[in-house]
């Protein structure tokens, strides 16, 4: 399962840096109505390069004042890059992109004249006062938005645009529970279980088409989509219950697929290092403790890494970089639990006398150890842990025995000094 997350991570990033390198721009039929508080578009035309100017507000909006202050906050004339392991607040004024990372919540009071992307462990908070010029793109638990933006791109468990927002273009949504008020200039687009755009008080204003995917038709889409259309697809719901035989099928795919995985690892170790499979067995027999513990370490190095390589992944240089770093990490994970069950055959071949000398039995032995590992990663209750230790453990074999390998070759390369 961690290495699922992990490659689903990997690919989320990945889509985030592409979707911020294009504009995802349509052709703009001009509307004459101004009813219900929306706005010709002739009257608040974006700058030549595509962004709105950043000291104005939001048309018809006079409550969003905040980009007329200009004077009360500090310009920053480059990007902003945050990573924090609490709460932040973003209340700068950025001429240039914002990437905020943290495990907690954000609360976004500031100004930014380009695209924010914000991945969050609690709550989104966009206020009244905010103001961003162009994308916004969130990945968090919740997000509440509430000021003046271009363009909202979010997945989240909760979504709620408030009474005061202002969106001048697209509105794109990935959520189970979404709440839709203020305004938006142009069009919408949900995937959502739950979804609420009026009631008796309040009510979404949309100048496009609303195009959702649910469950269940929304109710009085009609008074408030005026201009647009409404498109709605039915989410039809999936069935959970798997055949017994599919199951079957399934569990003895991933077995044999482990069991040839570890194979194909083994003879690709002996290939380019006939001397590593020896020495990370020594390692298991002798310092598995230490061995756990470097892979721990090493869980910590890898997490620091992924972040700097998000760091590095929005600059020319640092693409490849952060690519080729993924890349290695990844790898270092799969092959983990081949590594282990490898060395587990290496301790039972010693003990088995008719395995010593025996390439094609220590072959066979090998398939049943890594028949056996897989099961112990199946097993209900304890295979998440053994998973997690079978895991880590591997991982501190090869990094244990790739940086001892280069302790070696150091200590080979200096010279001898004879007395």
């Known amino acids: 399962m961690r290495k699922k997350i992990i490659l689903v991570l990997i690919s989320l990033i990945l889509l985030v840096s592409i979707l911020g390198t294009f504009c995802f721009a349509k052709e703009i039929q001009p509307r004459t109505s101004t009813e219900e508080g929306i706005m010709p578009i002739s009257e608040t035309a974006p700058e030549e390069d595509g962004t709105m100017p950043i000291s104005e507000t939001a048309p018809g909006d006079d409550s969003n004042s905040g980009a007329n202050n200009l004077q009360n906050y500090d310009i920053t004339y480059s990007d902003l890059y945050v990573f924090e392991d609490a709460d932040y607040e973003m209340d700068k004024l950025i001429d240039g992109n914002a990437y905020i990372i943290v495990n907690g919540d954000v609360k976004f009071t500031g100004e930014v004249k380009g695209s924010v992307f914000i991945f969050a462990n609690g709550t989104v908070e966009i206020t009244e006062e905010a103001y961003i010029a162009n994308s916004l793109y969130i990945f968090a638990q919740e997000a509440k938005i509430n000021g003046t933006i271009y363009d909202i791109y979010c997945a989240s468990e909760k979504f709620e645009l408030m009474e005061k927002a202002y969106i001048e273009r697209d509105v794109k949504i990935a959520s189970s529970n979404v709440k839709l008020r203020g305004k938006v200039y142009r069009d919408v687009f949900l995937t959502a279980d739950n979804i609420d755009v009026k009631d008796e008080e309040t009510s979404l204003l949309i100048g496009g088409d609303?195009?959702?995917?649910?469950?269940?038709?929304?109710?009085?889409?009609?008074?408030?989509?005026?201009?647009?259309?409404?498109?709605?697809?039915?989410?039809?719901?999936?069935?959970?219950?798997?055949?017994?035989?599919?199951?079957?099928?399934?569990?003895?795919?991933?077995?044999?697929?482990?069991?040839?995985?570890?194979?194909?690892?083994?003879?690709?170790?002996?290939?380019?290092?006939?001397r590593f499979t020896e020495a990370i067995t020594k390692d298991l027999k002798e310092k598995s403790i230490i061995a756990f513990a470097v892979g721990l370490i090493t869980w910590a190095i890898i997490f620091i890494a992924f972040i700097m390589s998000i760091m590095l992944l929005f600059t020319a240089i640092g693409l490849p970089i952060s690519i080729i770093a993924w890349m290695i990490m990844t790898i270092i994970i799969y092959i983990s639990s081949a590594v282990f069950s490898i060395s587990i055959t290496g301790i039972?071949?010693?003990?088995?006398?008719?395995?010593?000398?025996?390439?094609v039995l220590e072959i066979c032995l090998l398939m049943v150890i890594a028949l056996c590992v897989w099961i112990l990663q199946k097993l209900p209750y304890i295979g998440g842990l053994s998973n997690f230790i079978i895991i880590t453990t591997g991982i501190g074999l090869i990094i244990r025995n790739i940086i001892a390998k280069k302790e070696i070759e150091k200590t080979k390369e200096q010279p001898v000094i004879e007395e």
């Open 348 to 359: 039972a071949k010693d003990k088995i006398e008719a395995v010593k000398n025996n390439k």
């Open 210 to 274: 609303f195009n959702y995917t649910s469950g269940r038709e929304i109710e009085g889409l009609k008074d408030i989509v005026l201009y647009g259309e409404i498109n709605f697809k039915l989410e039809e719901e999936e069935s959970f219950e798997i055949p017994l035989a599919e199951k079957i099928k399934n569990y003895a795919f991933s077995a044999v697929t482990s069991i040839i995985y570890a194979l194909v690892i083994y003879f690709v170790l002996k290939l380019l290092s006939p």
